[in-house]
């Protein structure tokens, strides 16, 4: 099975994923990064300020990026 | 009198929560254990089996587990040596979840008859069992509010401030290490998140000193500092306080 790699940035906090996981096919892949990134908001716990931006991109084994999800707060002034 | 080291695995367990007194230990040593060596991932009990023997796990893990939506797995417990997770089938036949080997394990069956008899003998040893339910279901409580309101950094960090107290108490947590050969599957299904979120939590502790964790060995670098960050307090656990 493929290796896929779960970047996250967000602000000061970036991690880059060493270990990656392995996974069936492409939409894998997706299916995790959108579940994953759902659970990586909610554990920035009301810390997300408007006017950023948090990141989540799917990076293969070739060192392309495959996917990327960008969550961008704002505040309508 | 020799204890047999199913035994005494057992009764150092018990003990762990209540004051055992010796003819009560005597009762156990006298329990007809019959040991197995099992390998990973073996199933003792599936959801829907009617069982007439528990399982006392006399060394490595085990975890109960269910399978909810899609067949997707939720682990809601691990279980040390000296654990008997299946006791509620002593009432509650079939066995309503699913108890399987993390890693290979060693497990003593013990007869239905034979528990309870001893019990039946025993009405001091009958409260000791009880009372070990009730920390069990105490254990859970505190699953379910990890899983309801902690972040997944602290949910981590709580089931391993939790380990390390249930295995020191059957002393197998020598300089706040142990073996746990749970996979990054094993942990995010236990704490609810995807294993590449559980593998960024698991870094994350890792980055804060507060843990190295390397294959199935972990080492808890920082106790007081994990516990502080799960905000693990271990009175849900009912240990006896040394008098």
Same mark, same amino acid.
């Given at each position: 099975?493929?290796?896929?790699?779960?970047?996250?940035?967000?602000?000061?906090?970036?991690?880059?994923?060493?270990?990656?996981?392995? &996974?069936?096919?492409?939409? @894998? @892949?997706?299916?995790?990064?959108?579940?994953? @990134?759902?659970?990586?908001?909610?554990?920035?716990?009301?810390?997300?300020?408007?006017?950023? @931006?948090?990141? &989540?991109?799917?990076?293969?084994?070739?060192?392309?990026?495959?996917?990327?999800?960008?969550?961008?707060?704002?505040?309508?002034? | 009198?020799?204890?047999?080291? =199913?035994?005494?695995?057992?009764?150092?367990?018990?003990?762990?929560?209540?004051?055992? !007194?010796?003819?009560?230990?005597?009762?156990?040593?006298?329990?007809?254990?019959?040991?197995?060596?099992? /390998?990973?991932?073996?199933?003792?009990?599936?959801?829907?089996? +009617?069982?007439?023997?528990?399982?006392?796990?006399?060394?490595?893990?085990?975890?109960?587990?269910?399978?909810?939506?899609?067949?997707?797995?939720?682990?809601?417990?691990? +279980?040390?040596?000296?654990?008997?997770?299946?006791?509620? !089938?002593?009432?509650?036949? =079939?066995?309503?979840?699913?108890?399987?080997?993390?890693?290979?394990?060693?497990?003593?069956?013990? =007869?239905?008859?034979?528990?309870?008899? #001893?019990?039946?003998?025993?009405?001091?040893?009958?409260?000791?069992?009880?009372?070990?339910?009730?920390?069990?279901?105490?254990?859970?409580?505190?699953?379910?509010?990890?899983?309801?309101?902690?972040?997944?950094?602290?949910?981590?960090?709580?089931?391993?401030?939790?380990?390390?107290?249930?295995?020191?108490?059957?002393?197998?947590?020598?300089?706040?290490?142990?073996?746990? /050969?749970?996979?990054?599957?094993?942990?995010?299904?236990?704490?609810?998140?995807?294993?590449?979120?559980?593998?960024? #939590?698991?870094?994350?502790?890792?980055?804060?000193?507060?843990?190295?964790?390397?294959?199935?060995?972990?080492?808890?670098?920082?106790?007081?500092?994990?516990?502080?960050?799960?905000?693990?307090?271990?009175?849900?656990?009912?240990?006896?306080? /040394?008098?």
């Amino acid at each position: 099975m493929p290796r896929y790699f779960f970047n996250v940035r967000y602000g000061e906090e970036s991690y880059r994923d060493e270990v990656g996981e392995e &996974l069936p096919d492409n939409s @894998a @892949a997706w299916h995790e990064a959108t579940t994953s @990134a759902g659970q990586s908001i909610r554990d920035l716990n009301g810390r997300l300020v408007p006017g950023t @931006a948090w990141y &989540l991109e799917v990076v293969c084994e070739d060192g392309n990026t495959l996917y990327s999800i960008e969550v961008k707060a704002h505040q309508s002034s | 009198m020799t204890i047999g080291f =199913p035994h005494s695995k057992m009764i150092a367990r018990l003990s762990a929560i209540a004051s055992l !007194s010796q003819a009560d230990a005597a009762r156990i040593a006298q329990l007809p254990i019959r040991l197995q060596n099992l /390998p990973t991932g073996h199933d003792i009990a599936r959801e829907g089996d +009617h069982v007439e023997q528990c399982c006392m796990l006399a060394d490595g893990y085990l975890m109960r587990h269910k399978l909810g939506a899609e067949g997707k797995r939720q682990i809601v417990s691990w +279980h040390v040596p000296g654990d008997i997770p299946d006791l509620y !089938s002593l009432h509650l036949n =079939p066995i309503d979840h699913n108890i399987t080997t993390l890693g290979p394990a060693v497990v003593g069956y013990i =007869p239905h008859d034979a528990l309870n008899q #001893m019990l039946n003998a025993s009405a001091s040893l009958t409260h000791i069992f009880w009372r070990e339910t009730l920390v069990d279901a105490s254990i859970f409580r505190e699953w379910v509010v990890s899983l309801g309101q902690r972040g997944a950094l602290a949910r981590i960090a709580h089931m391993l401030c939790e380990l390390l107290a249930r295995l020191r108490t059957v002393g197998l947590a020598a300089r706040n290490s142990f073996l746990f /050969p749970a996979s990054q599957i094993d942990v995010a299904d236990a704490t609810g998140i995807t294993p590449v979120h559980a593998n960024r #939590m698991i870094q994350q502790l890792r980055a804060k000193g507060l843990v190295t964790w390397d294959g199935a060995s972990i080492s808890i670098a920082d106790p007081a500092a994990l516990a502080a960050l799960a905000e693990f307090e271990d009175d849900y656990l009912h240990h006896r306080r /040394p008098a």
